[in-house]
């Protein structure tokens, strides 16, 4: 069982930045697959960003391409998503998810259905 805990959402302006933080329960976060989902308003939940075990690879959207940043701290057992150059359209609920897949392949890691584990999410404003 994982617990996740999202943190760090607020309002900002466009062209600002944000720093998203998931802190994790358990002692085995090392063991999954770390993504980013969000969710805006009247819209289906969509990915942003995922991470595999020990950090190495990464996955993006490519409506976040090279604005966002996934990252984790396994000895903190913690994923983060630094956002720079946010857009109003990035306004949503961010959410972080936990999967247990022992592939990291963008058709498993884009998928909200092959996590296991939610946070409750964050809610991101960004004002234009």
């Known amino acids: 069982q994982v617990q996740l805990v999202e943190s760090g959402g607020g309002l900002v302006q466009a062209g600002g930045s944000l720093r998203l933080s998931c802190a994790a329960s358990?002692?085995?976060?090392?063991?999954?697959?770390m993504g980013w989902f969000r969710q805006a308003p009247g819209k289906e939940r969509e990915f942003v960003a995922a991470?595999?075990?020990?950090?190495?690879?990464?996955y993006y959207a490519d409506s976040v391409k090279g604005r966002f940043t996934i990252s984790r701290d396994n000895a903190k057992n913690t994923v983060y998503l630094q956002m720079n150059s946010l857009k109003p359209e990035d306004t949503a609920i961010y959410y972080c998810?936990?999967?247990?897949?022992?592939?990291?392949?963008?058709?498993?890691?884009?998928?909200?259905?092959?996590?296991?584990?939610w946070g409750q999410g964050t809610q991101v404003t960004v004002s234009s």
């Open positions: 998810a936990a999967t247990s897949s022992p592939r990291f392949i963008g058709s498993v890691v884009q998928s909200g259905h092959k996590y296991n584990y």
């Open positions: 358990g002692r085995t976060f090392s063991t999954y697959v």
């Open positions: 991470i595999s075990w020990s950090g190495s690879m990464t």
